[in-house]
T-cell receptor, first 114, second 112 residues
C-alpha cells in the first residue's frame, strides 16, 4: 500500500543535540512538507519542497533544516538552535500532476526534550 | 497576511443534535480543505472544495464553500459519538498552489 512513513514515532532530544526526523513516501508525489503542531493548535509550515534538490522555508523555519536528495525522502533536522522543539511533527506530500488533491499525511513524530 | 479562523474552537454536544462549524479566511482563494484529527493521530482528509457554491457530503457531514463571503461551513447532522475529533479547515495560499494556511481547529466532543 502506498503511503507516508514517518519515524521514529517518539523521539527525545537532549540539550544541545541535533535530531533528525525521517519522512519517506512511496506515492510518487512531487511536493513534500513538514509541519509542526503544538497542543491545541493548528499546523504551522516549517519547510516544503516541490522538486528534488530544492526546498523553501515556511513560516517557522528557524532552528530547522531539511534536505531533498531523493524524491521519496524529505528528512527534517531539529537543530540545537530550536529552543522549544517539543511538538508533534507531521510530514505531508502531494502530487503536482493534480493539485486539487488534498495533502496526504504521515502518522507523525512526537518530539520531547529530556 | 492570510488568516484562517475557525469557530467555535471547542464544541460539546449531545448525540442526535445538529451543529455547524465555521471557517472564515481573509483572502481570495478558490480551494478549501477540511480534515479530521483523532487524539494523538495524524490528519485525515474529509473534503476538498474547489469552487464557489461547492457542496460535499459524506455520511452525517456536509461541507460548503462561499468564496464571495470567504466562508466555509462544516455541518453535522444527528451527531454520533464516533464523530468526536478535532476538525481543521485549510485554505490554499494565494502565492503558491502548494501551500496551505490552517485554522486552529475545532475540538468536537459528542456525548452519548
Amino acid at each position: 500500500d502506498g503511503g507516508i512513513t514517518q519515524s521514529p514515532k517518539y523521539l527525545f532530544r537532549k540539550e544541545g543535540q541535533n535530531v533528525t526526523l525521517s519522512c519517506e513516501q512511496n506515492l510518487n508525489h512531487d511536493a513534500m512538507y513538514w509541519y509542526r503542531q503544538d497542543p491545541g493548535q493548528g499546523l504551522r509550515l516549517i519547510y516544503y519542497s516541490q522538486i528534488v534538490n530544492d526546498f523553501q522555508k515556511g513560516d517557522i523555519a528557524e532552528g530547522y533544516s531539511v534536505s531533498r536528495e531523493k524524491k521519496e525522502s524529505f528528512p527534517l533536522t531539529v537543530t540545537s538552535a530550536q529552543k522549544n522543539p517539543t511538538a508533534f511533527y507531521l510530514c505531508a506530500s502531494i502530487t503536482s500532476s493534480n493539485v486539487y488533491q488534498p495533502q496526504h499525511f504521515g502518522d507523525g513524530t512526537r518530539l520531547s526534550i529530556l | 497576511e492570510l488568516k484562517v479562523e475557525q469557530n467555535p474552537l471547542f464544541l460539546s454536544m449531545q448525540e442526535g443534535k445538529n451543529y455547524t462549524i465555521y471557517c472564515n479566511y481573509s483572502t481570495t482563494s478558490d480551494r478549501l480543505y477540511w480534515y479530521r484529527q483523532d487524539p494523538g493521530k495524524s490528519l485525515e482528509s474529509l473534503f476538498v472544495l474547489l469552487s464557489n457554491g461547492a457542496v460535499k457530503q459524506e455520511g452525517r457531514l456536509m461541507a460548503s464553500l462561499d468564496t464571495k463571503a470567504r466562508l466555509s461551513t462544516l455541518h453535522i447532522t444527528a451527531a454520533v459519538h464516533d464523530l468526536s475529533a478535532t476538525y481543521f479547515c485549510a485554505v490554499e495560499h494565494g502565492d503558491s498552489n502548494y501551500q496551505l494556511i490552517w485554522g486552529a481547529g475545532t475540538k468536537l466532543i459528542i456525548k452519548p
